[in-house]
Structures are given as structure tokens and as C-alpha cells.
């Protein structure tokens, strides 16, 4: 599976965001898609992730309640609303599959997207 990320962008406090992660290959609805960010000087984090049949989803404690992850599997393509972003959001947003259960570990990934750059200013 190869995945591009997209949707990323300068922003003011308060605005939203809507970032897509299209997939390639005919299996994209058997993985559990996640999406990741880091900041400059920081470690990757678990945002949120979605099972492969896209009832069951998860959020870290930080985007809960301003975050939405779905998947459209017939355009294999998952996608990440940001709605109330703050300064702390700022960050390269990152969406992996993985062929395994959902996981807020990075390590549990198996492929990656190249990335996209969020950026929320005051």
C-alpha cells in the first residue's frame, strides 16, 4: 500500500482543516489507517486511527471532541477533520496503514505517507 497525504496548510487559530490520505492498491479496506503528527523537537504521536471497517475510531486525549477520522473505502482514501485548531497543532501530519489492529504505536505501522505540513498562528 502506498499512501500520500494531503490537505495540510497555514491556518489561523480556530479554523479547520481537512487533511486526505489516498491509498493505493486494491486492499486499502483491510488495513487500519492512523494518522500521526510531530512538531519540531518532538516525538511522533498518535492523533487517531480507524479500524478497517470504519465503526470503531480512536482519538488522543488531546484532539478529542475538535478531530474526526472516516475512510471512504471504495476511493481508498481516509481523511482527518480539524475543526477549533490550536497553536499546538502545528506539526507535519502523518497518515500510516497498518495490516493489524489499530494501535497508538507508531511502530505497529507498517507504511507510511510523505507527510503534511499544518500550521495554526494566532
Known amino acids: 500500500v502506498q499512501l500520500q497525504a494531503s490537505g495540510g496548510g497555514l491556518v489561523q487559530t480556530g479554523d479547520s482543516l481537512r487533511l486526505s490520505c489516498a491509498a493505493s492498491g486494491r486492499t486499502f479496506s483491510s488495513y487500519a489507517i492512523a494518522w500521526f503528527r510531530q512538531a519540531p523537537g518532538k516525538e511522533r504521536e498518535f492523533v487517531s486511527a480507524i479500524k478497517w471497517g470504519g465503526g470503531s475510531t480512536y482519538y488522543a486525549d488531546s484532539v478529542k471532541g475538535r478531530f474526526t477520522i472516516s475512510r471512504d473505502n471504495a476511493k481508498n482514501t481516509a481523511y482527518l477533520q480539524m475543526n477549533n485548531l490550536k497553536l499546538e497543532d502545528t506539526a507535519v501530519y502523518y497518515c500510516?496503514?497498518?495490516?493489524?489492529?489499530?494501535?497508538?504505536?507508531?511502530?505497529?505501522?507498517?507504511?507510511w505517507g510523505q507527510g503534511t505540513q499544518v500550521t495554526v498562528s494566532s
Open positions: 500510516a496503514a497498518s495490516r493489524s489492529s489499530v494501535s497508538g504505536n507508531y511502530l505497529s505501522y507498517d507504511y
